[in-house]
């Protein structure tokens, strides 16, 4: 319950006052809170634990820690693949 | 190892598992807090290809495993109420109350749904104003500021059936407890990468300062824990004592100032019971006064409710550190992740679960 997830922000948004991403997690795209990484952007890549982002990550990290994860096979726990979000056009 | 030549950085691995081989003059006992930890140690041996230089007990950071029988059993009621919606995180709905478990709730009828973030539960109450929308929020300070802003956002929305069954714990208050057990034998803590990342390092620092005793955060990935354990050795064969941060990719000082400013709005410290090791002062969260109407134990009337333990579970003694899993006699025999007898069976982080996953209870027999 305390593993966040490295994901790419690819769309911000404001929703209701809330800085909103879309995170890419390997082929799973999650909206995610932003407002407590107020320094990420578009392209950067954050670590996400319950939809919100809590820090910025390096790219390279990001990748290996996603296929880290995706090999123990915690993903599925984490991300709740049946709400995700389908991808926009 | 065969479960660690799996994985991608082996060699960096294995080097540092040499490298800690070599320095170690006596088996230090070292705990990892973290049951996400815990997981990645024992899924890829670690424990085992340090040999006798170094002996892992693992903490009490699994939520799913502290959240005390009487708040299950509480969850469990809302959720048999007609009027109420149920919300909460995977793990918790498999986790057996005194009685029963959510599950089971639902499956008598009750409206219980799994979420993965509490973002959804408040989204849930926007469009259903016909249900009162319970989230059952437990964690450790990772999780904390989600349920605040889940509550902050509410707020905004002026929703009136919406609220959070707090179950909320902190992680240092539980390290005191266990460096001041006269039974404690840990010599030096891996504290807990992403707790880290919302709270920052100063508290670590001060239980470095209070109890001499080594901390170095840590990350969740064979070689950031291999790297933390060396740290440790480090430290504690050179007679330093310090906080030390391997995670540092995504761990600063000072934590994450918006989400610690998000709890301190909504949440106070209170005093907390952990299932399997009591009740400890000031080692938990509960909303504040103001936020009251977003309350479910203030909101609905929740009986008094007492739970007994299994007497058969060694939990207690597991979470602590002072006894491993396979020391138990109930384990892998009358206590599986299929008929857990306690909590750190059930959830996948919890010690437990992650012996009997891989497979060291062939072992045990």
Same mark, same amino acid.
Do not use: W
């Given at each position: 319950m305390c593993l966040a997830i490295p994901g790419k922000v690819t769309q911000i948004e404001v929703k209701d006052g809330i800085r909103m991403g879309r995170v890419l997690f390997g082929g799973i795209a999650r909206q995610a809170c932003l407002d407590f990484v107020p320094e990420a952007k578009e392209g950067d890549y954050v670590m996400v634990h319950v939809g919100f982002a809590i820090s910025v990550v390096d790219q390279d990290e990001a990748e290996r820690t996603y296929a880290l994860l995706e090999s123990m096979g915690v993903l599925a726990d984490e991300l709740s693949p049946e709400e995700v979000v389908p991808p926009k056009a | 190892m065969k479960y660690l030549d799996e994985y991608r950085d082996a060699k960096i691995a294995h080097g540092l598992a040499a490298e800690i081989r070599r320095r170690s003059t006596k088996p230090w006992v070292l705990m990892e807090i973290c049951g996400g930890q815990t997981h990645t140690l024992v899924r890829y041996g670690i424990d085992d290809l340090l040999g006798n230089s170094v002996e892992l007990v693992h903490g009490p950071g699994c939520p799913v495993c502290v959240t005390p029988l009487e708040m299950i059993d509480r969850a469990i009621a809302l959720a048999r109420r007609p009027?109420?919606?149920?919300?909460?995180?995977?793990?918790?709905?498999?986790?057996?109350?005194?009685?029963?478990?959510?599950?089971?709730?639902?499956?008598?009828?009750?409206?219980?749904?799994? &979420?993965?973030?509490?973002?959804?539960? &408040? #989204?849930?109450?926007?469009?259903?104003p016909d249900r009162k929308v319970v989230f059952f929020a437990i964690g450790f300070e990772t999780t904390a500021p989600a349920h605040a802003m889940a509550v902050l956002q509410a707020a905004k929305l002026g929703l009136k059936n919406f609220s959070l069954l707090v179950s909320h714990v902190l992680v240092?208050?539980?390290?005191? &407890?266990?460096?001041?057990?006269?039974?404690?034998?840990?010599?030096?803590?891996?504290?807990?990468?992403?707790?880290?990342?919302?709270?920052?390092? #100063?508290?670590? #620092?001060?239980?470095?300062?209070?109890?001499? &005793?080594?901390?170095v955060v840590g990350g969740f990935e064979p070689v950031d824990l291999l790297e933390a354990i060396n740290m440790l050795v480090a430290q504690l064969e050179e007679g330093r004592v310090g906080m030390e941060n391997q995670y540092t990719r995504s761990v600063q000082y000072q934590g994450n100032q918006p989400a610690r400013e998000a709890v301190a709005r909504v949440f106070e410290i209170s005093d907390r019971k952990w299932r399997g090791i009591g009740s400890i002062p000031l080692s938990g969260l509960r909303l504040k006064q103001e936020f009251a109407a977003f309350d479910a134990e203030r909101i609905f009337d929740l009986a008094e409710v007492r739970a007994e333990e299994p007497s058969e579970c060694i939990s207690a003694e597991v979470l602590l550190g002072h006894k491993k899993p396979t020391d138990c006699p109930a384990f892998g025999a009358r206590c599986s992740p299929e008929k857990p007898l306690g909590a750190p069976m059930v959830s996948t982080e919890g010690a437990c679960a992650a012996y009997y996953q891989y497979r060291r209870h062939v072992a045990a027999v």
């Open positions: - | 009027e109420v919606t149920l919300l909460s995180y995977g793990d918790m709905l498999r986790v057996p109350g005194s009685g029963s478990d959510l599950f089971h709730a639902k499956a008598e009828g009750g409206e219980v749904r799994v &979420v993965y973030s509490p973002t959804d539960a &408040v #989204q849930l109450a926007r469009t259903r240092p208050p539980a390290i005191r &407890v266990l460096l001041a057990s006269p039974k404690n034998r840990v010599e030096g803590f891996i504290a807990p990468g992403h707790v880290c990342t919302v709270v920052g390092c #100063q508290e670590y #620092q001060e239980l470095v300062k209070e109890f001499h &005793v080594p901390i």
